[in-house]
Nanobody
Framework: QVQLVESGGGLVQPGGSLRLSCAAS????????MAWYRQAPGKQREMVAA???????QVADSVKGRFAISRDTAKNTVYLQMDNVQSEDAGIYYC???????????????WGKGTLVTVSS
């Protein structure tokens, strides 16, 4: 069974930094896109950053220049480096991955349970 487990959330001061991690575990054939989404209270879930297996990166305009996504393919892990964090960055951050569980599977969307980021001085 495939699982995505996030870690690294917590309390950060405005202007501070935080690094989120998400590790995929279980039995699978391949991991394609990996991404970070977030959801603030009362708002819809939005994509923050995504990285394809080939390396192509997408970053939301709201975090461009402040957040960076990276992957360690050997560890099946994706990271989100968050710098100069602002109050509007607070919310639950979810890991998302497109994973094939066999060579016949074109890919299935998996989600982690989320990790909370709180921004406060």
């Amino acid at each position: 069974q495939v699982q995505l487990v996030e870690s690294g959330g917590g309390l950060v001061q405005p202007g501070g930094s935080l690094r989120l991690s998400c590790a995929a575990s279980g039995s699978f054939y391949g991991i394609w896109n990996m991404a970070w989404y977030r959801q603030a209270p009362g708002k819809q879930r939005e994509m923050v950053a995504a990285q394809a297996s080939a390396g192509t990166v997408q970053v939301a305009d709201s975090v461009k220049g402040r957040f960076a996504i990276s992957r360690d393919t050997a560890k099946n892990t994706v990271y989100l480096q968050m710098d100069n964090v602002q109050s509007e960055d607070a919310g639950i951050y979810y890991c998302n991955a497109d994973i094939s569980t066999s060579f016949l599977d074109h890919g299935t969307d998996f989600w982690g349970k989320g990790t909370l980021v709180t921004v406060s001085s």
